[in-house]
T-cell receptor, first 111, second 113 residues
Framework: EPEVTQTPSHQVTQMGQEVILRCVPISNHLYFYWYRQILGQKVEFLVSFYNNEISEKSEIFDDQFSVERPDGSNFTLKIRSTKLEDSAMYFC?????????FGAGTRLSVL | GNSVTQMEGPVTLSEEAFLTINCTYTATGYPSLFWYVQYPGEGLQLLLKATKADDKGSNKGFEATYRKETTSFHLEKGSVQVSDSAVYFCALSEGEYGNKLVFGAGTILRVKS
């Protein structure tokens, strides 16, 4: 069964460093998303992406964040200068309809 | 804005007990409703969905009915198993394809043998 793949599973970084979280969505999907889940809290929407541009972003998704689909298969989330409060589980999702399929997530730890 | 409210957990049940996890929503239109499950150490898996009023979603013995009049989508299972222990998230998505999911806070379910 097709699945969304995320790498790495765990990323540790120093505050102020740049990180790139990678996702390979399901191959025929057209809509792509990033969500995050701070430990013990609800899953929060960050950004959605369609037709090579951002279709919606949340208040969390400020200038420190960017997304890119550099080729036909990858979908990346970049955080330019990480803060302690960026520590969370980041989930990538993809869809063709209203059904979104999630990856297993990348746990980002900012020290 | 749109929001989802779930009953607080954790919910602790004995094996074979009946499960209900309450979920209510606020939305400006007619959203699609979902239940996702997160097993320990794993990502989010779609459990079931309903796209219009009175629809019943079902999967793996779990059921939920879209109740427009009470703006609810409660999750039920007649007989839980230890393997059902997980975090359950109610979510909604409004409008056309590609719209974001809005999640509830999640409910931890613990099933004891």
């Amino acid at each position: 069964e097709p699945e969304v793949t995320q790498t790495p599973s765990h990323q540790v970084t120093q505050m102020g460093q740049e990180v790139i979280l990678r996702c390979v969505p399901i191959s025929n999907h057209l809509y792509f998303y990033w969500y995050r889940q701070i430990l013990g809290q609800k899953v929060e929407f960050l950004v959605s992406f369609y037709n090579n541009e951002i279709s919606e972003k949340s208040e969390i998704f400020d200038d420190q964040f960017s997304v890119e689909r550099p080729d036909g298969s990858n979908f990346t989330l970049k955080i330019r200068s990480t803060k302690l409060e960026d520590s969370a589980m980041y989930f990538c999702a993809s869809s063709t309809t209203t059904l979104q399929y999630f990856g297993a997530g990348t746990r980002l730890s900012v020290l | 804005g749109n929001s989802v409210t779930q009953m607080e957990g954790p919910v602790t049940l004995s094996e074979e007990a009946f499960l209900t996890i309450n979920c209510t929503y606020t939305a400006t239109g007619y959203p699609s409703l979902f239940w996702y499950v997160q097993y320990p150490g794993e990502g989010l898996q779609l459990l079931l969905k309903a796209t219009k009023a009175d629809d019943k979603g079902s999967n793996k013995g779990f059921e939920a009915t879209y109740r427009k009049e009470t703006t609810s989508f409660h999750l039920e299972k007649g007989s839980v198993q230890v393997s059902d222990s997980a975090v359950y998230f109610c979510a909604l998505s409004e409008g056309e394809y590609g719209n974001k999911l809005v999640f509830g806070a999640g409910t931890i379910l613990r099933v004891k043998s």
